[in-house]
């Protein structure tokens, strides 16, 4: 929040001075949506796709894990009242044991996702900001927004450059591996 209060100011001193020194004309403003410019790019599908395998390989793996906790649970509900103690006790604990496992690695996995989506998502970001720093100076822009409505409340549609930036970071690539 205190990032947009900082534009806006910069974005109305700036207004203010070029319009009392007569320079009006020269301001060149733009605004680009970075998120939908990520889920467009080709770089931001190919990560999008590849974290999707890295979802389905682990959603494999945790069911694996879930099967071999509810066999546990069945065989411990089925033979309970057969066991001896011992035996039953030893039983309860593999199974509190294996369902700690796995509720462990279900936790780990989602961090691991989230990690991975933030990573990604981050170095796209980087490349994204290259080009639209590039666009800006060939193009002689003042100022370049970010436009997914948290900056830029309205903008015409003839100063949004989300496409021109998509197609340039497209026929850029990106240097980004995608497989782990």
């Given amino acids: 929040m205190y990032w947009k209060t900082i534009v ?7 207004l203010v001075v070029t319009a009392r020194s007569g320079q009006a004309e020269d301001i060149k403003v733009g605004y680009v949506d970075l998120q939908a410019a990520l ?21 494999q ?3 694996k894990r879930r099967t071999n906790v509810e066999k546990l649970k069945e ?15 030893a039983l309860q604990r ?3 044991q294996e369902l700690r496992d796995f509720e462990r690695l279900y936790k780990d996995s989602q961090e691991e996702l989230k990690l991975r989506d933030r990573e990604l998502t981050a170095r796209i970001l ?11 100076e060939k193009g002689s822009y003042s100022v370049i927004l970010e436009g997914n409505n948290t900056v ?14 998509i197609k340039e ?12």
């Avoid at 889920?39 to 959603?59: H, I, P, Q, Y």
């Avoid at 970071?169 to 782990?180: D, E, L, Q």
């Fill in 8 to 14: 806006c100011c910069i974005l109305g001193a700036l």
């Fill in 39 to 59: 889920n467009t790019s080709t770089a931001g599908k190919k990560a999008k796709d590849s974290f999707k395998s890295e979802v389905g390989r682990m959603e």
């Fill in 61 to 63: 793996k945790l069911e």
């Fill in 75 to 89: 065989e411990l509900e089925k033979k309970a009242l057969l066991l001896r103690d011992d035996e039953r006790l």
């Fill in 94 to 96: 593999d199974y509190r």
């Fill in 126 to 136: 980087v490349e994204l900001r290259q080009v639209v720093n590039d666009l800006g």
């Fill in 152 to 165: 830029v409340l309205y903008g015409s549609k003839s100063i949004d450059l989300t496409e021109n930036v």
């Fill in 169 to 180: 970071y497209n026929k850029k690539g990106t240097k980004i591996s995608f497989k782990r």
